[in-house]
């Protein structure tokens, strides 16, 4: 038993995210924590079950998944690995808010609400990261990400620091005191111009002062299992997303004014990638944003290796004939399907003609994307106008008996014609400029007709990064933007693209895919050569334990 409560402290003391803790603090956890173990597919705990315990996964893998109604479909809220926490909701409320299923056979640290609690008023650190987590997966809940994948897992979310808002709302708070007393004034006064004119200052103080704290509210700093993001909105004018995955990370540091940081506790947490940085400007929780980036990347390298040791062990065992004990991959009840994210095009002449303006359309493997309608439109409004005015033109000048057949011959229809032409080329313009994501490439087609055609292609692998804009009050309201993909020193530009959020999520998803595919081959090819060494190297054995055997055998038989 005491080796058991040995082995359990080590195992925490071990995670980045107990760094906070003492050793004697992480050995009364350690004592206070059940091991609990389930097979692949066992509920650990059901929505709506009474809120009593907090886990530490110790070994296996488990997934949170929540249902906002009984006839809703469930959705994955995050994958967890050894060393990740959850059940932290037990701290907020009385009955749980998703459910934990296990993927794998799969041991937790099952550990009572009351005795963390005490453990809290010792480890203060220790129970902000524990409330910023279940508070950031909270957000998850009801934001309901749309880019967040299915093996993904947000661990914290921050903003800008709350001071900000504060000092940014100021000014329309003072304007409302003054619209206050310039109603009390005109009352007082009984000017009805001056309390119209102060009523009217009232609603608009009022109406900036939500509109700033909706754009304090709405920029987010987020830490996942895959990547580091800062995404910011400016409502109804401007959104962006600036993204790296975690193994572009090279490092982060935290850049402040000392004085402000002790009084406050907010800094500016500069996040360093391949193709620049990624500053989270006036952050919360600085230091625990840092703790989990670091910690995080550490992790994803630990986990990998431990993947691969296990997959080197078992074609070591399948290589020399031995058993392996494999679980078995079938869906797990309860849990959702991972949903394809390409839309089915049903054959039909009329579908295939209108996929001339599909804006996004996906055939196999392949997805296509142009740019938006507006910028159709752009191209094409002068032209179209004419056209129309000359049409218009045509008609009065029939009518007045001025338009006959030979000068609308020679003067008025090649002038139509030649606009008509202007708009097809146009039109044509617009359907050649090609942004196509395949299962392994990007291509950006960018092609005037009868002209040139330029033509770029890169490989996923390569992406070091990825954002995303939408600029101005159009952007907003019609949800077009560009995606920019960093390539090295080079830059790909999928401009004025149809939801760049969506764009972006899907060249990210199968980034990914990508880069586990090769990283997978590649352990695969070493394993194979691994395995072939120790196959030949147990052969070598055996054949010079017969020859060592055969000289005691003759000196046997004389």
Do not use: C
Not at 206 to 231: G, H, K
Not at 392 to 411: N, S, Y
Not at 541 to 549: A, H, I, P, T
């Amino acid at each position: 038993m005491a080796e058991d409560q040995v082995g359990k402290a080590d195992f925490l003391r071990n995670l980045f995210m107990f760094d906070k803790l003492t050793d004697s603090q992480i050995e009364t956890l350690a004592s206070h924590a059940t091991v609990r173990s389930f097979n692949r597919g066992n509920i650990i705990y059901s929505q709506g079950d009474p809120a009593t315990h907090f886990y530490i996964l110790w070994a296996g893998k488990a997934r949170l998944i929540t249902s906002r109604g009984k006839d809703l479909p469930k959705k994955n809220l995050a994958l967890l690995i050894y060393g990740d926490f959850f059940g932290e909701d037990s701290f907020s409320v009385a009955k749980r808010l998703d459910s934990a299923v296990a993927l794998e056979s799969t041991d937790v640290f099952e550990i009572d609400r009351n005795d963390l609690v005490a453990l809290f008023d010792q480890a203060p650190e220790f129970k902000k990261m524990v409330v910023a987590t279940a508070d950031s997966r909270q957000l998850v809940r009801q934001r309901q990400f749309a880019w967040l994948g299915d093996e993904e897992a947000v661990y914290l979310v921050n903003r800008r620091h709350e001071v900000f808002l504060v000092l940014r709302s100021i000014l329309p708070i003072l304007l409302g005191l003054v619209s206050l007393a310039l109603l009390a004034f005109s009352a007082a006064a009984k000017n009805s111009i001056l309390a119209a004119f102060s009523l009217g200052l009232g609603v608009l103080t009022l109406a900036w002062l939500v509109w700033t704290y909706f754009d304090w509210e709405n920029d987010y700093y987020i830490v996942t299992s895959q990547r580091v993001m800062w995404r910011e909105k400016i409502i109804l004018l401007y959104e962006s997303r600036h993204e790296a995955p975690l193994d572009a990370v090279l490092s982060t540091k935290k850049v402040y004014n000392p004085s402000l940081y002790r009084l406050f506790k907010y800094a500016t947490v500069i996040v360093n990638t391949y193709t620049g940085s990624i500053a989270m400007k006036r952050s919360q929780r600085p230091d625990l944003f840092i703790l989990y980036v670091d910690g995080l990347k550490v992790r994803s390298h630990e986990v990998s290796k431990q993947i691969s040791d296990q997959a080197m062990e078992s074609a070591i065992r399948r290589r020399l004939g031995m058993p392996i004990d494999q679980e078995e991959g079938e869906h797990i009840p309860g849990s959702p399907q991972a949903k394809s994210r390409q839309k089915e095009q049903s054959p039909s002449f009329w579908k295939d003609f209108s996929k001339f303006f599909y804006m996004r359309f996906a055939e196999g493997n392949q997805i296509t994307y142009r740019k938006h309608w507006i910028v159709l439109m752009r191209k094409t409004i002068l032209p179209l106008l004419i056209d129309l005015s000359l049409l218009f033109l045509a008609g009065f000048l029939w009518a007045k008996g001025i338009l006959h057949g030979t000068v609308a011959i020679v003067i008025w229809m090649p002038f139509f014609i030649g606009v008509s032409l202007w708009w097809l080329y146009r039109l044509i313009d617009w359907h050649n400029d090609l942004y196509i994501l395949t299962s392994d490439t990007i291509i950006d087609i960018d092609q005037k007709p009868f002209i040139r055609t330029e033509r770029r292609v890169a490989k996923l692998e390569n992406i070091l990064s990825l954002e995303h804009a939408r600029e101005g009050f159009l952007g907003m309201m019609l949800n077009y933007g560009t995606v920019t993909i960093n390539i090295g020193a080079e830059k790909f530009l999928f401009q004025k693209v149809s939801n760049p959020v969506e764009v972006q999520y899907e060249i990210f998803d199968r980034m990914n895919e990508v880069r586990r595919h090769k990283q997978e081959d590649e352990a695969i090819n070493e394993r194979d050569r691994v395995a072939n060494w120790l196959a030949i190297f147990t052969k070598q054995l055996e054949e010079l334990e017969d020859l060592e055997k055969k000289p005691k055998e003759d000196e046997v038989s004389e």
